[in-house]
């Protein structure tokens, strides 16, 4: 499950940082602030989620498509993988991030499309615009992917449901592509909701009927039971959440220490983690687990870009500037580990926060073969731009004017539609094409 993405750090809901506005058209929409009550009874969650995102927007665009297994990813000649596989294809067992290679023996007559992605990012921007319709709360966790938070909805807009089927309807009728929708109390269950019932799927959690829902699934459906804890779960005869559930807090926190006490939450259907708009949140970060464990630092190095042009994005458009960056590497035996740098000057720069990030994976990263599953970057120790002392009078340096060209032009002609001269990462050295969890699960 992607839920395992990097945590934000939660405040308290409700809590706004001064001086940041909402999103957009904060004065058309009159919603009730976040935290209104506060033991969270009204709190609303949609997660939205686009099905098969990149390979149904190659067949929207390109009819003769339909009813074809259709793969979208990096040619098997260039170790490319698969970012994306329709349904058609799925079932001759095709999935995301499989070796492009492997894919087709499995379905040699699958339509092998290129990655577009400024043209995905493009569709995710008139998303987004849907989403903001509804709550300036959203959450993005990816280009096809969002939690929005609408308790505060309901007086404009009706029932969470029947947002749900609106987002779903504007969706289909203005963006010709499919979503499914998870509505629930909490964004743990509204992500599992998303997922129930995908292609197409509408499914309502009540909050009366939390437990019906959970028990009789695989206790794998809880966020951070990986493999591992799922084999003990396996050796202790435990397999749905109804069986975990008669587990004791204590029980589990033995067993599977910190984790323990979140897996007792989750599995009674609790989970306090509020939505939080990049705006407001104290750290952004994406990461991609490889379905193949990358060996090349090469490839590796590739991959950090994506992530980290990414990131600063997202930190540029939340209208903050970073102080620390992060990097996360899981190997192959789940090793996990993180280094992060911190800056002398807060920065919203792509090449500053490459350098760092680049320098943390080259030198500190433990001696052992590379074999790695998992990287991630982040940046964190937020604060908002124009805070810094003097930073309104000085001149923004050469980079930073480049990347707020670069977002300019990109926001207009999409994604790569900028090919930064210093990007060599880019022109040097094709990575595998995209296919993870940063960008969505576009799979899924
Ligand atoms: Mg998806």
């Avoid at 940082?17 to 935290?35: F, M, N, S, T, V």
């Avoid at 590796?300 to 500037?321: A, H, I, N, P």
Wanted: charged share 30%.
């Amino acid at each position: 499950m992607a839920l395992g993405k990097w945590e934000h750090s939660t405040g308290p809901p409700g809590k706004r940082l001064p001086g940041c506005g909402w999103h957009r058209d904060e004065k058309k929409l009159d919603i009730a602030p976040r935290g209104d009550d506060e033991n969270g009874d009204n709190v609303m969650i949609l997660h939205v989620d686009m099905d098969a995102f990149y390979a149904s927007v190659e067949e929207r665009d390109q009819p003769t498509l339909r009813g074809q297994p259709v793969i979208v990813g990096g040619s098997a000649e260039k170790r490319g993988v698969v970012a994306a596989a329709n349904y058609v294809v799925r079932s001759f067992g095709v999935h995301s991030a499989m070796p492009t290679s492997t894919a087709l023996k499995l379905c040699p007559h699958a339509v092998l499309m290129p990655v577009r992605m400024s043209h995905y990012a493009e569709i995710s921007r008139s998303l987004h615009e849907i989403f903001f319709r509804y709550t300036p709360l959203v959450e993005p966790l990816a280009l096809d992917e969002a939690f929005l938070d609408v308790s505060g909805s309901g007086r404009l807009f009706g029932s969470p449901e029947k947002m749900a089927r609106e987002v779903k309807k504007a969706i289909h009728d203005e963006l010709g592509l499919v979503a499914s929708v998870g509505v629930a109390p909490n964004k743990f269950l509204a992500k599992l909701a998303s997922d129930l019932e995908k292609p197409d799927g509408l499914v309502v959690i009540a909050r009366e009927n939390v437990q019906e829902v959970l028990d009789p699934l695989p206790v794998g459906r809880i966020w951070g039971v990986g493999k591992a804890t799922g084999k003990t779960f396996e050796r202790l005869g435990i397999h749905t959440i109804g069986e975990l559930r008669e587990c004791s807090p204590g029980d589990l926190e033995s067993r599977f220490g910190k984790m323990g006490d979140q897996i007792w939450s989750l599995a009674h259907g609790i989970d306090t983690r509020p939505v939080i708009p990049d705006r407001e949140a104290k750290s952004i970060s994406n990461e991609t687990t490889f379905a193949t464990d990358i060996e090349d630092m090469e490839i590796l190095e590739s991959w950090l870009m994506e992530l980290t042009e990414q990131v600063s994005r997202r930190l540029r458009r939340s209208g903050m500037r970073a102080r620390t960056v992060q990097i996360k590497v899981r190997y192959d035996d789940f090793d996990t580990f993180t280094r992060s740098i911190s800056l002398s000057d807060p920065t919203t720069s792509t090449q500053e926060i490459w350098r760092s990030a680049a320098t943390m994976l080259k030198e500190r990263l433990p001696e052992r073969p590379l074999c790695i599953r998992l990287l991630g970057v982040g940046v964190s120790n937020l604060q908002q731009q124009g805070s810094v002392q003097g930073e309104l009078f000085d001149d923004p340096d050469q980079e930073s004017r480049l990347d707020e060209v670069t977002d300019e032009i990109e926001d207009r002609f999409g994604r790569g539609a900028v090919n930064r001269a210093s990007s060599t990462m880019r022109t040097t050295n094709r990575k595998p094409e995209p296919g993870s969890e940063n960008f969505g699960n576009p799979d899924g």
